[in-house]
């Protein structure tokens, strides 16, 4: 039997990505196992964080900062969702020949930009600018409404942080989204106006054929947005707070861990509960990924 020696050698390179993936997650298991035998799942079930040089006085609860991961990337998602589909059809279907390249490159770019870039700004420009003409106009005339009754005194909230996150993923999005409507062969929008159909009817067909795309844009999106710390944590605010209000400031797990970690080693069980909070955005990160195989296996069938 002859041995396909190419084969072979892809399939060391998969295995070993397979195994590095793997070893991170034991490592972080075997990291957290402290903190899970002193105060078992209330690490995430709890907001209270306290940092004690008495070991018994110790306790981590990252429920706040679990919270402002999954709020913050929702409305990041919401955002940058509307942004990479309507740049995608623009791209292809309405923008000049001449511009079209130009227009990839620079979100390009932006994808390839360092994070703290985008931080920096959003703290001096887009910050004040939420405060300014967002925040304070909606909370003056809708503060009953919960999502807009916290007065934004700082501007550094749960909004400036999926706003900004709504930026920085929206390359990532469109770019999968964009190759996708790309792909689609030309007779399916020859098909599409020869029965009659408006510009924005066939571009709502052909959409309809890129939902696999679509959804991977979303889940891409996601992961990028929970698992970003720089950036957010100059525009979050860092306060442990839940709270319904869109304008409150708040916490993410990865702006936790890069606050958290320098002092870490100080207390005997920061450094566990760390890691038991960066496995928590493991969790999250695999309940998203099977919720859309779920979509995309049903899409499939329908």
Known sequence: MKVDRFKISLLSFSALIFGIFLLMLLVYFTNSIQIFQKEGVAIYTTNKWIAAEEPDKEFYGVL?????????????????????????VFVIDYAPKKLKEWFIIATDIMAGLPTIIYGIWGAFVLVPFLKDYVMYPLYEH?????????????????LSAG?????????????????????????????????????????????????????????????????????????VGNTFN?????????????????????????????????????????????????????????????
Request: no cysteine.
């Open 142 to 158: 809708l503060s009953f409404i919960p999502l807009f009754s916290f007065e934004p005194v700082s501007g550094y909230s749960f």
């Open 163 to 235: 706003v900004l996150l709504g930026i920085m993923v929206t390359p990532f999005s469109s770019s999968i989204i964009r190759e996708a409507y790309r792909m689609i062969p030309f007779k399916y929008r020859e098909a599409a106006f020869a029965v009659g159909a408006t510009k924005y009817e066939a571009t709502k067909i052909l959409l309809s054929y890129i939902k696999p795309a679509i959804v991977a844009g979303i889940t891409l999106g996601f992961g990028r947005a929970i698992g970003e710390t720089v950036a957010v944590s100059l525009v």
């Open 64 to 88: 706040a900062a679990l919270y402002g991961s999954i709020y913050t990337s929702i409305i990041a998602i919401l955002i940058s969702l509307p942004l990479s589909i309507s740049f995608a």
């Open 242 to 302: 839940i709270h319904p209000s869109i304008f409150a400031p708040g916490y993410t797990i990865s702006s936790l861990i890069a606050n958290q970690f320098g002092n870490a080693f100080i207390y005997r069980y920061m450094v566990s509960a760390l890691f038991a909070a960066g496995l928590s955005l493991f969790f999250v990160g695999l309940a998203v990924n099977i919720l859309g195989i779920y979509i995309l296996r049903r899409g499939r069938y329908e």
